[in-house]
């Protein structure tokens, strides 16, 4: 089962899924990027302060072999005496380590970036089995980074073994020398030789940061299950989410239809469009849009506003107009103003007219509608003549 889930996983890490990794402490490291930069670090260090410390140290050794036999005689001089010898070795040796944890830290950062979680210092029970522990040894990453390993310290031996044969005769020679001109000697070609090993880590740490970034991307690859159930974790189940829609659209709709009867009249188009307006007489609003629907909502719009004896005008580019142009509960446009208002003119006309307090209107002229407020009078690609 083990097998046929590991091939199953063959899509790459969502974000989340390495967000929640990240978060976990699984990131990218590179051993060797870190041995490389402490070693810099430190051969920096050393190439730096060479002077000022050999100097130091040579005091420390002259101060510490200094003593006589009243000093022998007292252990609570030597005492005090060591504990100021090792104060001021430790001068030395603090900036020293410093600088190579630094170093480890800004190679850690380097390769898999700062990350702030205890979660890998928590005890996990499960690793104490000894089934899983062995599955863990045998497995392709801890197979690729033994024979990287290996690689490693058999180059590094083989580049030290053949500087050592090739400056062998240099070392013997440093014996009839004087004692700090051998030293000079030696520590060049120790400098020499570190320089080397250097060039050796540098190597490997260029093909170790990069192949530590491709086997933690392929540790964390997805099934297709694994990234259906992440979807429906961070979006929710689709079914549950459409069918809330649909209960908020339907919540709407009866809203909507409640204030036709309060409206003042109903645009229609005549059949495809229906605009429900309303307008307060004294209010310095403009007419707003109550309602509107196309199609089934709006033979429902018409429906209920003669039900309720709600004037029903059929003005097409009108009714288009508002519905492309306008929200419900908004205010129509600038534009619309003077379509709008000949139109309410018309029906307060009309229902005095049906009331006996005025004559019968004339027919309703033609509404000043813009040609660009209207979908249908866009432009459309002119026909091509078949005759050409």
Known sequence: MAGEDSQDKQLPATARRLSKAREEGQVPRSRDLGHLLAMLAGFGMVMALAPKATAHIQELLATGLRFDARAVANPGVMLD????????????????????????????????????????LQPQ????????????ILSKDQAIEALKVSALALIVGTVGALYLRSTWPDFVAVLAQPLPAGLGVVGSKLATGVQYLLLT????????????????????????QEVKDELKQTEGNMEAKNRMKALARERLRKRMLARVPKADLVVMNPTHYAVALQYEEGSLGAPR??????????????????????????????????????????EIPFALYSAVAQVLAYVY??????????????????????????????????????AD
């Open 125 to 136: 029970f499960s690793r104490l089995n000894p089934l899983t522990g062995f599955g863990r």
């Open 289 to 330: 849009v109550v309602a509107k629907g196309a199609d089934l909502l709006a033979l429902r719009i018409r429906d209920l506003a003669r039900e309720h004896k709600v004037p029903v005008l059929e003005a097409p580019p009108l009714a288009r107009a508002l519905y492309a142009n306008t929200e419900v509960d908004q």
């Open 81 to 120: 005496r060591l504990a100021t010898l090792a104060v001021q070795m430790l001068i030395v040796v603090v900036p020293f380590c410093l600088v190579v944890g630094l170093a480890g830290v800004a190679a850690s950062v380097a390769s898999g970036g700062l990350v702030w979680t205890f979660k890998p």
């Open 201 to 224: 880590l540098t190597l490997f740490a260029v093909i170790d940061l990069p192949l530590q970034r491709h086997l933690h991307a392929k540790r964390l690859k997805m099934s297709h």
């Open 349 to 386: 006309q009309l229902r005095a007219a049906l009331s006996g307090q005025a004559p019968w209107p004339d027919e309703l002229p033609d509404l000043p509608v813009p040609a660009d407020m209207d979908p249908h009078n866009k432009k459309k690609p002119a026909a091509v003549d078949d």
